[in-house]
């Protein structure tokens, strides 16, 4: 079972006063999702329950889903998790939340995961260029640093560095 999960609750259980519902493993497909709450619904515990609502989720890496999302939104949200992990969850909270766009330009814009900017900076000149190791030290990387992310890159924290994008 993969990390992304979704609490889904049967709403005729819930306004009855029951709790039931079921955790279901987002890394599916949205039709199967789709079929495990209608095995869910038929289960039920009351009579023809048919209407469902998402109460609970975890391993979203802090992107938020409202009680109605789509299983489709869910699905690609959390196969994009499982494949690139927190750093897709950083781009698609700069994107306002906007899934297509973080789908098509994500792997064009992510750089990495580095220390800090300084890192960064040196990673990327120094993949580019040979500096000659008698001037490096005469390098300000802060201020390469700075330079790079006033416009063509920007950051989001990481659990232990940044993530770096590249602004398209």
């Given amino acids: 079972m993969s990390e992304a999960q979704i609490y889904v609750a049967d709403l005729a259980a819930y306004n009855a006063g029951t709790l039931y519902g079921k955790w ?14 209608q095995e869910m619904l038929k289960a039920s515990p009351c009579p023809d329950a048919e209407e469902w609502a998402i109460h609970d989720y975890e391993g979203f890496e802090g992107i938020k889903l409202s009680e109605y999302e789509s299983f ?15 750093s897709f969850a950083a781009y698609f909270a700069n994107e306002s939340g906007d899934l297509d766009y973080a789908l098509e330009h994500y792997e064009e814009a992510f750089c ?28 300000d990387w802060g201020a390469v640093a700075r330079d790079l992310f006033c416009g063509d890159y920007w950051k989001a924290d990481s659990y232990g560095g940044i993530y770096v994008f590249r602004s398209l």
């Fill in 24 to 37: 279901i493993d987002a890394e599916q497909s949205a039709e199967e999702i789709e079929e495990e709450v």
């Fill in 112 to 139: 990495g995961e580095y220390k800090d900017e300084e890192d960064f900076a040196y990673e990327e000149f120094t993949s580019c260029y040979e500096i000659p190791s008698h001037l490096e030290n005469y390098i």
């Fill in 72 to 86: 489709e939104t869910v699905s690609k949200l959390a196969e994009m998790l499982a494949e690139h992990g927190a």
